[in-house]
């Protein structure tokens, strides 16, 4: 009997133990199905197309709170999911957390910035947010919008349902957001969190970035690479930690690639940036939103009166890739030339009145004229130094100038999204606003040309820069002032967004009075549906209408066509950069229209047209890019982007016109573990008018035939890249590309623009590492070698000069790096 009995239990821990076994293989075997990827979800016994249903459905509606929850997709069977029961299970999803997984970070990224639009500072940007989260219940309507592809009809729809529900609990939640669209949502749950974290717990993020690859102050086709040196490298480091939602420091130094070490300047450290933050506080009717100690940036509605940044954006509407972050917050980005230092404040007045104010003072780099007590303009350099070695009569431009800026926007809003606001700020300087083009910026040789040049038809913005000779009662040293002010309107109707801002500075101190004062206009529609969208734009600046913080939609910065593009005309090169390193928007009038159309699952149709006139000179111009993409399945993805601009066509006399074809074609395949291959080819074709100086010979003044100029410029380029992650936490990005004439690129989280007559070939190999679970480094390197380039001497050979037949050879090679290290805990 004892044996019987013994014998028995024997039997009931086999099986006991097989059990757990079998359990544990089970589990082991399990999807997270909440935060599985198609990948993953690919490995469950499903066909192609369930698979695809199941992992949109999860992405479309939010986590799963129960299995049975799949019978809501319409290709699964009952059959279907009784088999997922055992290989499924439930976690929360991990995007509510505020330890985002870095490399998930980098992901998102690395798609984002492939997106016309983006730019360096954007992609800063979007790397803090992904690290630092909101909660999306105390989010205000200008945290909201200032996500990209978040409109403010969604904006307004998540508003509401806070308002009706209390609280938004989960993303499940969010999603059931009347009016939110499912673009708006797939966006917005990127950023946002639930629940505030537990108090007292801290939060630490660290970033560094060192590369000697230029940049360029624009994602923009046109933009010049804004430098001459490549030694010292580039170098930014940023450290920000917070205690809880109320309160935030962070420090920040910047050293711009081939600029010197500077370390003191009479005492201050200007590389060097601070902030302290207070947030989120009731002070009795007042909701204290952020206070800002230190460095901090500024931006009032459509950027027509304010926004605190040196970077640009063309096209930049407010909506989907080109977002603007509206209100007061610390600034530990790049900025030099317009960063703010002092203090900023937001808050609200029984919800209804909301106030922004600030005040700073700062050095600015300027372009002094010869007496030094008066400056022609405001400059931003890349890198900001003094090139004695250029000229002899012209004087230091870092921090010529001291400025004092105070300002702020209030306004009413009668509804989430509906509101009207005033703006206004004032700049006082230390030197008097002498504006002197002639005497200063252009060589004495060559004044002949300003305003007199068929090829610099946008000399009339240089004449029409802003002059003041001012005191102030507020700051004894002030010499001079500038004085901008604005209305704006916003509305949603359902799901239809109105938008209007309108500025003007102040010329004649006639506050009251605005017949004589250069204006500014920026107004836009936006309609909204599930797989549609629509946005018609205008805007109208006047010639005169020089506001340095001025950023709002164009297409093109200031003194574009100028004789500041032509660097040889001018005292002191480094003066290119009053065009090189604008940011200020181009006098234009014209209309905007963009729409984007889900036409099917696998049909995706991008449409932009502009048509606008150029102010200072009349030029009429029209650009249209359409971009079409298709994906038969999740795997595969075929995009065709497809560009048409000109410039003169509707004036068979212009002297500068041009018209620009260019074409696109992208195919990606996307793998299993985030693996994927792309290539790209693209074709373009730029036809010039003809003009006389390109086809006359330089050495008898004949009209003949020369080898000097071009009709055209034709341009052509292939490539290809690999991604590839050996582990979780492990990849490498290669990439190889040859391309001869003008071509632009965003390859992987840099925007470059090249051009080689003869030829050349690029590649790159990108390294991303995760260490542990809070350091995460990339490390790129990149290689460029051109064909050779034969520059040629005109005219009978002589003992100094070169036959028509012989010529000078050289060639173009360039290696360049760039590092990041990113803590996050």
Known sequence: MIRKTTAIFKGIRVIALLSVFMLTNALAGQVDINNASLADIQDLPLTVSQAQAVYEYVQYHGPLESIYELVNVPELQHSDIEVLKTRLTLKPDENASTNTRLEDQYRKVEDWTSTEGASEGLMELWLERLAEPIDVNTATYDDLVSFQNVSPIDAVAVLKLREESGSIGSARWLRNAIGLSYYGYRNLREFVTYSEPEGGQWHVWYNMVMKTIPSTNSAEEESAQLIVRKSPPDI???????????????????????????????????????????????????????????????????????????????????????????????????????????????????????????????????????????????????????????????????????EVTYGGNIRYEFSPGTFVGFSSYESLYDKELRPDPLLTLILPANTGLFLNSSGNGADTELAAMHASSAASSLWDAARSNRRVQGLEFSTTISNLALQLEWGVLDEDSEILSVKNDPQALVANAFLQFDNFNFMVLYRDYDLGFDNPYQRSFSNYQRYKS?????????????????????????????????????????WLLTTNFDTWTRVADASRYFRTVTTLEYRPTFNYRFRLRQKWQARGRFNIFAPTGYENRETILTARMRLSGFDQLEVTYANSYTQFDPRRRLTIDLATGANNNSAVGQASSPGDALGFTVTHNFTESFKLIGHVTYYKGFFWSFEDTDFQVFDSPNGAIRWYVTAFSRLGNHWAVRAKLTWDEGAAISNYAFGAPTATTRSPQSGLNYFSEATDFRIQLDYAF
């Open 562 to 602: 100028s004789i500041l593009e032509d660097y040889y005309y001018l005292k002191n090169p480094y003066f290119a950069f009053l065009y090189n390193g604008a940011a200020q928007p181009q006098a234009e009038r014209g209309v905007y229209v963009s729409s984007r159309y889900q036409m099917h699952r696998a």
């Open 236 to 402: 930014i480091h940023k450290l920000s930690f917070s205690n809880s939602r109320h309160w935030k420091a962070g420090l920040s130094y910047n050293r711009q690639l081939g600029e010197a070490n500077r370390y003191f300047n009479d005492g201050n450290i200007p590389e060097v940036k601070m902030a302290f933050t207070v947030s989120d506080y009731n002070l009795g009717p007042l909701h204290l939103d952020r206070l800002v100690l230190g460095n901090f940036s500024a931006t009032f509605g459509q950027g027509l009166v304010m926004q605190s940044t040196d970077f640009r954006s063309p096209r930049y509407s407010g909506y989907g890739w080109n977002k603007r972050v509206n209100g007061i917050y610390s600034d530990l980005s790049r900025t030099q030339e317009y960063a703010l230092r002092g203090v900023g404040i937001q808050g609200s007045i029984l919800n209804h009145i909301k106030l922004m104010a600030f005040a700073s003072k700062n050095d600015r780099d300027a372009i002094l004229n010869a007496d030094g007590d008066s400056f022609t303009a405001l400059i931003t350099m890349y890198p900001r130094d003094d090139f004695g070695y250029f000229v002899q009569d012209t004087l230091d431009m870092l921090n010529a100038v001291n």
